[in-house]
């Protein structure tokens, strides 16, 4: 079987052991006759994948249990709606720091229900900066603080938790969720889109502090949206196939040896291609070094004809999905969990030969 390095920002690589398990389970989910995504939600087969998945990630995360665990559809993006319905009121605002596009679009939906501070915004440099310190200012009684752990678009990514000034912090981790350890108390609510280093589309797992969700807002909220709905009991019709899959993706962790195992596993595949991108100035890396992520990797070559070429060709040598968001041209690298080592270093070595060509 052929695969590509397959360096999509979302839908993601997913872990090979995982495709093959679902494959191998696929038709007739051990032996009852019939696949998983055709029993009820409500049956023991799913019971038990929902039961374990949501033991496995509040054990990989170190989740005590103040923290529930929600797997909603919607994407991330019915998120950006969600957690101010569920918390803002026209008597009751948050913070947002705006370091991206997906940070800009989750502050025009808190508009709509609360008074939005602004904590800090890199819209005018390009979003090529992260903030720390008395770069980020506070709202007095803000509810909670919202960030964007990792700028998938721009390629940016904040080292640790931001200081929320006072209030809980509130995070869009989607697409660095579970490429570290996170520090849990300081958060009050964390949601993922699973797609990119946790599972197929489809599913969005939020993690809400019980003790956070007692300062939820008492104005009537719809019951889809409200999250006391969806911790009483399972509601509606769960994306039954995104969670089996998020499961193993779970399962696949552990074994690799949990959040701490892939800090130095990431790390090393981000830094064989920045020290690729830092060489000479063939490649120019697009953000302040400080701010790089270590999830989406994006670069430039001299010229947007010389980086079509490299599209191009890379893509004859089985390296895919490399071109960078349509909102900012170049070349984008993600490599997230499931990217392994060898790809990085297929591409590291294509980009030498390109250079030695094209330089
Ligand atoms: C950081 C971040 N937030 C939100 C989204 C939107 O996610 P969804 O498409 O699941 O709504 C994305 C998608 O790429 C993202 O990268």
């Known amino acids: 079987m052929k695969r590509v390095h397959n360096f999509s920002a979302g ?15 696929l038709a007739n989910y051990r032996g ?33 249990d103040d923290w529930e665990v929600l797997f909603l559809q919607g ?33 025009k939906e808190a508009r709509l229900f609360g008074d939005v501070h602004v904590s800090y915004s890199g819209k005018d440099g390009n979003y090529s900066h992260i903030p720390e310190g008395d770069e980020l ?15 998938t678009i721009f390629g940016t990514q904040f080292r640790n938790e931001p200081d929320g000034g006072g209030a ?54 719809p019951t889809i949206i409200n999250y006391k709905t969806h911790i009483n009991k399972l509601f509606n019709t769960p994306p039954v196939f995104a969670v089996y899959m998020v499961n193993y993706v779970l399962e696949w962790i552990e074994e690799k040896g949990g959040l701490n195992a892939f800090v130095k596993i990431n790390d090393d595949k981000a830094n064989l291609l920045y020290t690729e991108i830092d060489r000479d100035d063939f490649y120019r890396g697009t953000v302040e070094k400080a701010a790089r992520s270590k999830m989406n990797v994006t670069f430039r070559l001299g010229s947007e004809e010389l980086e079509k070429t490299f599209l191009a060709e890379a893509a004859k040598n089985d390296l895919v ?15 997230y969990n499931a990217c392994e080592l060898s790809s990085v270093e297929a591409l590291v070595t294509f980009m030498k030969e390109f250079r030695s060509k094209n330089g």
């Not at 200012?137 to 700028?151: E, I, Q, R, W």
């Not at 009050?188 to 939820?216: C, D, H, M, W």
């Open 168 to 221: 809980p912090l509130v995070c869009d981790a989607s697409s660095d969720f579970l490429s570290r350890p996170l520090d849990l108390d300081k958060y009050g609510l964390i949601y993922a889109g699973a797609q990119k280093n946790l599972g197929p589309a489809g599913v969005t797992v939020v993690l809400v502090r019980k003790s956070f969700l007692e300062k939820q807002r008492t104005e009537a909220i």
């Open 11 to 25: 839908p993601a690589t997913l872990p090979l052991q995982v495709l093959k398990k679902a494959e191998a389970e």
């Open 75 to 107: 994407g991330a993006s019915t998120q950006f709606m969600t957690v101010p319905h569920n918390f803002l009121n026209s008597s009751r605002g948050a913070n947002y720091i705006d370091t991206g596009a997906w940070s800009a679009k989750a502050i």
């Open 321 to 335: 999905a490399l071109k960078g968001h349509r909102s900012v041209g170049g070349i984008r690298a993600s490599i």
């Open 32 to 64: 009852k006759g019939s696949s998983l995504i055709e029993m009820s939600h409500r049956g023991p087969e799913y019971t038990e994948i929902n039961e374990q998945a949501t033991a496995r990630l509040k054990s990989i995360l170190g989740a005590d």
């Open 137 to 151: 200012s506070f709202a007095d009684d803000a509810m909670y603080t919202h960030f964007t752990s990792n700028n």
